[in-house]
């Protein structure tokens, strides 16, 4: 699991840097090319890699069925993660078909093993929660926004021809609500109230999940019922994220660095949801908003979902469960009397308070972009990067913290003397 989630922040890092370096031409148009570069970075790079791992230990642990090929597919789940978002990033700042080509053919390989692994195991678990009904249903959904992912990339690499308009419908929702939001809210059903201590959900959103999220998005397969998906997306989106953001706002652990994050994640759904139904009713009635605020609105909605969404919850996960793992895998192998460090010993919530930030600030430069793009686009790219740099680097700081430990109970082994 370590494999799938270190090197998540160095991409997200590298995203950053990806927005301040790379050519602000067309921003903050969802169509732009930097736009599209940086968006399959961070998703592919940084959030998919987390979101398997995450599956991966979480399935064993919560539903009590172990990922067989976990072991074997782990290694590899990083770095080709990586390469399919370098192609897609090359593909789309550069136009040669290559780079789709290549992300295609990895991603068929890839996310194909990981889809028939997971969904192997997911047939075995019992649904009893929220948590665990998505993560008996979520390899569906996975499975879906790589279909769509994959199609018009081989439209782009030449492979074929397809209406990329409707794959793209298809693929935006489902990458964002369906696989996104569906896992933030499974994931976060069980690991709030159990790290932040916040009231665990009642029955009817246990019941809910993730069916709420994925019926609206069935609609959307047929063109003449997309209003069905927005509407009943934004409405399903809006109640969860109310729901959530009441009940990480009366957590008890208030004081932890992470609480913020998960705050801002939940009023970022709800954000996201008002903005996308601002969009369709001016459809409906041109001339109620003003341009500039329209145009703005997809990037709005981009930054709000991925940024606040979904990177700010993983930024918070990857602060409680490295030190988690560490303290649990310490507290194996130490001897029972031996004193373990406890997890704020192991990273001090001291330095996850900067991180939080430092990821806050660069949140709200990325809000505020369409004002001014190119300059806007430099900073808050990189203030992003040093964001993510940052919690990479107390990840690595935390694994070393384990290498020392588990080094002294070797050495002071060696020392004690040898029974004849």
């Known amino acids: 699991m370590f494999g799938c989630l270190l090197p998540a922040p160095w991409l997200g890092a590298l995203a950053g840097l990806l927005l301040a ?3 602000a031409a067309g921003l903050p148009d969802r169509f732009a090319p930097l736009t599209l570069a940086v968006t399959h970075v961070l998703v592919l790079g940084m959030l998919a890699p987390v979101m398997i791992g995450a599956l991966f230990q979480l399935m064993p642990v919560v539903a009590g069925q172990t990922v067989g090929a976990a072991r074997f597919i782990s290694p590899f789940v990083a770095a080709g993660s990586a390469l399919i978002a370098a192609g897609l990033a090359v593909g789309f700042l550069s136009g040669h078909s ?5 992300a295609a053919g990895v991603a068929i390989l890839l996310y194909g093993a990981i889809v028939l692994a997971l969904g192997r195991t997911a047939w075995k678990i019992i649904a009893l929660d929220a948590t665990t009904r998505t993560l008996r249903w979520i390899p569906l959904a996975l499975l879906a926004v790589i279909g769509f992912g994959v199609t018009m990339a081989g439209n782009f690499a030449g492979w074929w021809q397809s209406d990329i308009t409707y794959w793209l419908d298809l693929h935006v929702a489902w990458g964002l609500v369906g696989w996104i939001a569906a896992l933030v809210l499974g994931i976060a059903s069980t690991t709030v109230p159990m790290f932040w201590q916040s009231r665990r959900p009642g029955l009817r959103w246990q019941a809910a999940l993730p069916l ?7 609609a959307a397969f047929w063109t003449q019922w997309r209003w069905l998906t927005i509407g009943g997306g934004c409405l399903s989106v809006t109640l969860f994220a109310a729901i959530a953001a009441h009940a990480v706002w009366h957590a008890r652990r208030r004081f ?3 609480w913020a994050l998960w705050l801002c994640s939940a009023v970022s759904w709800l954000a996201a949801a008002v903005l996308v139904a601002i969009a369709m009713f001016a459809q409906q009635v041109p001339g109620v908003f003003p341009a500039w605020l329209l145009s703005a609105i997809p990037w709005w909605v981009g930054v709000l979902a991925l940024v606040g969404g979904a990177i700010m919850p993983v930024n918070a996960m990857l602060g409680k469960i490295i030190p988690f793992l560490v303290f649990l895998h310490l507290r194996r192998q130490l001897p029972p009397r031996q004193r373990v460090p406890t997890m704020q010993a192991v990273l ?5 308070l900067w991180q939080a930030r430092l990821l806050l600030l660069a949140y709200v430069a990325l809000l505020l972009l369409p004002l001014a793009p ?4 430099l900073a808050a790219g990189i203030l992003f990067a040093a964001s993510q740099a940052l919690i990479g680097v107390l990840l690595l700081q935390t694994l070393l913290r384990y290498r020392y430990e588990l080094r ?9 003397p040898q029974k004849n």
């Open 348 to 352: 001090p919530p001291a330095r996850l």
């Open 21 to 23: 370096c790379g050519p």
């Open 98 to 102: 290559h780079g789709f080509a290549l």
């Open 408 to 416: 002294s109970l070797l050495f002071n082994k060696s020392a004690l």
């Open 374 to 377: 190119r300059e806007l686009a």
């Open 212 to 218: 709420a999220l994925w019926l609206p998005l069935l």
């Open 256 to 258: 932890d660095p992470s």
